[in-house]
């Protein structure tokens, strides 16, 4: 398996370089800087997200269709 933090990887190389990140910032997405761009950094925001909006989508009783 290989390591996603890997610089090596094109991904990642790609998020490097300024003119694609501002490319995401234009479209509206944040980028967080390299070292929040790990696995354990997206696990973390996926959870802090579902705390965040969990309960308000409990209490307007919103469902999947």
């Known amino acids: ?3 996603l933090r890997d ?3 094109p991904v990642v190389k790609a998020l490097a370089d300024p ?3 501002q490319r995401f910032v234009d479209q509206g997405q ?3 800087p390299r070292d929040q761009q790990t696995p354990e ?3 973390a925001y996926h ?3 579902v705390e965040k909006w969990w ?3 409990k209490g307007a009783n919103i469902k999947a269709e």
């Open 7 to 9: 610089p090596k990887r």
């Open 19 to 21: 003119t694609v990140r």
């Open 30 to 32: 944040e980028m967080p």
């Open 41 to 43: 950094a997206l696990a």
């Open 1 to 3: 398996m290989h390591d």
């Open 55 to 57: 309960p308000i989508i």
């Open 47 to 49: 959870r802090a997200e």
